[in-house]
């Protein structure tokens, strides 16, 4: 006996296709309106970046080091960013800095996350939450270790901007 070779496909059946919907008509004040949040959208993402690239430069600048000795008087924070000694110090300096003309003073960080940062540490013998004060001509005023009130730092930055 043969067997029947013949395929089991299925019958081809003639798929009726629906009409397209039409189109839905936009207004104006809709088409409009979406350009208007679009336009904010590309706003707010270029403000956040501006401000990326700003903090970013501002943070390079405020650990360049070679300004100590350049003729103004200098204050160096040796930080570690994950200690909060060290930000409260900070918090105390920045404040303390506010009310004095920056024509006046310098402030840099060393950075103990950064290699420079450590070898500057190293190179004067001291460790985190410290400031050091430098002389316009870069001699060592005075080291200060641990954490300080704002009004206190103010008086140690005035006296180094008043030997200078």
């Known amino acids: 006996m043969k067997k029947n070779r013949k395929s089991q496909r299925p019958a081809n059946k003639k798929k009726s296709n629906p009409a397209p919907a039409p189109e839905p008509k936009v207004s104006r004040r809709a088409a409009l309106s979406s350009f208007k949040y679009a336009a904010l959208g590309v706003v707010a993402v270029g403000g956040i970046g501006a401000y990326a690239v700003t903090s970013v ?11 100590i000795g350049q003729g103004l008087p200098t204050v160096v924070q040796i930080h570690d960013p994950a200690c909060p000694d060290c930000l409260s110090l900070q ?3 920045r404040a303390a800095l506010e009310d004095l003309d920056e024509a006046d003073i310098a402030f ?3 950075s103990l996350t950064s ?6 540490a190293r190179e004067h013998g001291v ?9 316009a001509d870069g001699q ?4 200060l270790t641990g954490r300080r009130p ?10 180094l901007i008043d030997a200078n």
Do not use: H, K
Request: charged fraction near 25%.
């Open 115 to 120: 290699t420079e940062g450590q070898r500057f």
């Open 150 to 159: 704002a009004e206190d730092l103010l008086q140690r930055f005035q006296n």
């Open 91 to 93: 918090r105390s300096a």
């Open 57 to 67: 430069m501002a943070d390079v600048a405020e650990q360049d080091l070679s300004v």
């Open 108 to 110: 840099r960080i060393a």
């Open 127 to 135: 460790g985190r939450v410290t400031l050091m004060l430098f002389s």
């Open 140 to 143: 060592i005023s005075d080291v």
